[in-house]
């Protein structure tokens, strides 16, 4: 096929505004238990954002913690702290402590999801929709030196662009699958005892989710790569205007390669039932593991009441984390084609990430899907569906990185509380 790079130089018509994705993957834990009945009641992760992270069936996950002789997973009890008056007053302490703590645990894990992993969010997108570029950043060690030449030459803000569009997006997902599975017998959450058809009408709940959330999440996408040498200075609402005036087809100056959203549907539902899909499949397969192996460490030796606090949180942190990172590496390649697809004829200007100064514009001209992964396969090989992997890679080294400070500190802070 013949290359489809347009000669001309015609983003001189850019827009300044649009928006960022990249949604809530954080969990926060459930209340502690305080009896063996309340163990009934699980923990429960909001859905994300279409082609983000930490998607999952819905199911809920049981906490971790000390088996006893009736439920071989039951979570930690408070019988320990409780004999008479003082150890009474200590449980309610340690209560209090474990349910603040559990509040902190989740809230690290929001902030590394949605402002500490950002700048590797806008650089890693950059990357994928920039077919100009000679170098593709496949390892993080090329990522970190052109994220300091873009914040030496335009300052921090160029790494944290978009960010605030991540909530709007997150809020119109949320809200606009509240509304279809209030209206519709389509259910939110599957339960344990499933059926071929409980599972279809779930997915099928999460495809419109994503079709309703497509043209925020499009708006999203361009004020991340959006360069901010030349992007104007947008409020925060303005993802919701061009979201909605890309569904009109107004008030947004577009050239004639704009892919209509009809086309769009199909990309960006397949990436993000995809992500969803494997996300449940891996998680449930690391809580599983986890459950067996702090299920035999219990019974292979008394476990500390710090131990057990830390297993009913933990483990589900971790699944999550390895889900998101096993669908991110996975469905890499299909996210490159689906943000090349949504901004294409948005006359969005990039910066150039091989110099780390200077813009590009983007003058794709894909017909669609098919023809984007045919173009970047013969042009820019194999390897050009990677482009910015290294992001990826520094993104949850970071993730990583805060799970076990917090780890470290939630143990310290149990330690001189028991």
Excluded at 212 to 232: C, G, K, N
Excluded at 298 to 325: C, G, K, R, W
Excluded at 329 to 357: A, K, S
């Amino acid at each position: 096929m013949h290359p489809r790079r347009p000669d001309g130089f015609d983003g001189l018509g850019y827009r300044g505004g649009a928006r960022d994705q990249q949604g809530f993957g954080g969990t926060f834990p459930a209340r502690s238990f305080s009896t063996g009945s309340d163990l009934g009641h699980w923990v429960t992760t909001p859905p994300d954002i279409p082609g983000s992270r930490n998607l999952h069936w819905g199911e809920k996950s049981p906490p971790y913690g000390v088996p006893t002789t009736s439920t071989p997973y039951e979570g930690p009890t408070e019988e320990p702290f409780s004999s008479g008056g003082s150890g009474s007053v200590q449980g309610q302490s340690s209560e209090q402590l474990n349910r603040f703590a559990g509040f902190g645990i989740g809230l690290a894990s929001l902030f590394t999801e949605n402002v500490l992993a950002h700048p590797c969010i806008v650089l890693r997108r950059q990357c994928q929709v920039n077919y100009h570029a000679q170098h593709y950043h496949l390892t993080p060690f090329t990522v970190i030196n052109i994220m300091y030449s873009f914040n030496k030459t335009q300052g921090p803000r160029a790494l944290w662009k978009g960010m605030g569009s991540t909530f709007i997006v997150q809020g119109v997902t949320l809200g606009a699958e509240g509304i279809i599975s209030e209206f519709t017998p389509l259910p939110r959450e599957v339960l344990h005892k499933w059926s071929p058809k409980q599972i279809g009408e779930h997915l099928l709940l999460k495809s419109l989710t994503y079709a309703v959330a497509m043209p925020f999440y499009s708006a999203s996408l361009i004020e991340t790569v959006q360069s901010e040498i030349i992007r104007d200075n947008t409020g925060i609402l303005e993802c919701v205007k061009e979201g909605i005036g890309r569904v009109i087809g107004m008030g947004v100056p577009h050239s004639k390669r704009l892919l209509p959203l009809l086309s769009l549907i199909f990309p960006t539902v397949l990436h993000g039932v995809l992500h969803y899909i494997i996300s449940s499949i891996i998680q449930k397969f690391v809580l599983l593991i986890l459950k067996r192996k702090t299920y035999n460490s219990h019974l292979a030796e008394s476990t500390s009441p710090v131990q057990s606090m830390l297993d009913a949180y933990f483990p589900e942190l971790i699944a999550n984390f390895a889900a998101s990172l096993c669908s991110d590496v996975i469905l890499y390649p299909l996210e490159t084609v689906l943000h090349r697809l949504h901004i294409q004829g948005t006359r969005t200007i990039i910066d150039n990430t091989d110099l780390g100064y200077e813009v590009l514009p983007i003058n794709t001209q894909y017909e669609g899907m098919r023809d984007c992964i045919n173009t970047i396969r013969q042009e820019e090989g194999v390897f050009g569906f990677y482009k910015g992997f290294g992001a990826v890679i520094i993104q949850y080294t970071l993730h990583a990185a805060v799970l076990q400070i917090t780890k470290i500190i939630y143990s310290t802070l149990l330690q001189n509380n028991i």
